[in-house]
Structure formats: C-alpha cells, structure tokens
C-alpha cells in the first residue's frame, strides 16, 4: 500500500471513529466520513466495502491490553501487583478513550463488538488471573484466585465502559477495591 493510499486510510478510519463516537454507527452516513476525511465517497467503500467493516477495522484499533506479567508483579505483593497492573491499563485505554467509549456504546446493536469486547474481557481475566498467582508465589488458593480474576476484570471494565467521563471520580477509584480483593487472597492461618 502506497504512502497515499494509507494516509487516506487512516483519515477514514479516524473520521469514522470521531463520527460513530458523536453520532453513534446507524446514524452516520458514508457520505459523512468521506467528507471529514476529504476523500471521495468511492474510496470509503474501495477499502471498507460495508459499513461495518469499518466498525471492524476500529475494533482492531484498541490498544492491546496484554503484557508480560513479569512487567507488573511485585513478588509476595498482590495489592501493588493488581495497583500497577490497573495502571497500565488505564494508561493504554486513556490513548482511545473515544474508541472505547464508541465501543461499548455499539455493542448492544452490534454482534461484532459484543463479541470483540467479550474476548477482550476473557483477555483481561486471565491477565488478571496470571498477574495474581504469579505476585502470590503459590500461596494463593486457585478457586480464590478464579473470583479474584473475574471480580477485578469486571471492575476494570466497567472503569474503562465510562471512560469518557473520566474527571467524574477521583484517580485512586479503584484503591479500594484493590485492597479488598488483595487481602481476601492473603494467606489465613490454619484454625485448630
């Protein structure tokens, strides 16, 4: 693809993001996004040959949510792990508050989001998951640490759903609930 063709490209793609975001997708027109992105209505349709394939292509512009867990963990640390982990989070989706916003907005209308943002959550609970038993050195019983995963991944989610409100809450919203599940998964003395 030639440097024209993706300049081109990307200004569909971020006219359609901007457009689906102030709008939302049934209510912006093709013609719409062609004219934000100054190009002809054709070449829309040249790369993106339904509407929502554009809505696919945005789907892919999330920002990857996967790292090494070993970037994150303070060994024998749940609560800085899980502190850090949440951070690196927040950080990567504040780069695509308007697509995350757009996202989650779409998903009740449109399958292919649902399903995207279902599989990121997925994602996410193992993320978690792995971040906790590999921070809790084997001491952590794995049902706890199952309900910890998807608790916490439900929280993040929900924080990164209404991202676009974003000065709403303070910036440790989540302090709490970091601690609450960090010291459910703390090792308890054996009862005699």
């Known amino acids: 693809m030639g440097k024209d063709e993706l300049a081109a490209k990307e200004r569909i793609l971020i006219a359609a993001e901007e457009l689906f975001a102030e709008s939302g997708f049934d209510a912006t027109p093709t013609s719409r996004i062609a004219e934000r992105a100054k190009v002809p209505k054709g070449l829309v349709h ?3 040959r339904r509407k929502s394939d554009l809505l696919s292509a945005l789907i892919k512009r999330l920002p990857d949510e996967q790292l090494d867990p070993a970037t994150v963990v303070v060994p024998g640390d749940i609560a800085e792990s899980l502190r850090r982990l949440v951070s690196e989070l927040d950080a990567r989706l504040a780069r695509s508050r308007m697509l995350s916003h757009l996202l ?3 998903a009740d209308t449109h399958r292919a989001v649902r399903d995207a943002l279902h599989e990121r959550f997925q ?8 971040v906790i038993l590999a921070a809790g050195q084997g001491g952590v019983a794995v049902a706890d640490v ?5 608790l916490l991944a439900l929280a993040v989610s929900y924080r990164h759903s209404v ?13 709490r609930e970091l601690s609450f599940i960090a010291d459910a998964l703390a090792p308890r003395p054996a009862v005699t």
């Not at 199952?146 to 998807?150: H, K």
Request: glycine share 6%; hydrophobic share 40%; aromatic share 12%.
């Open 163 to 175: 991202a676009r409100h974003a000065g709403d809450d303070p910036p440790d919203l989540m302090e």
């Open 46 to 48: 040249y790369y993106f």
């Open 123 to 130: 994602a996410l609970v193992r993320q978690v998951r792995a």
């Open 104 to 106: 989650w907005r779409e």
């Open 146 to 150: 199952d309900s910890a995963a998807g």
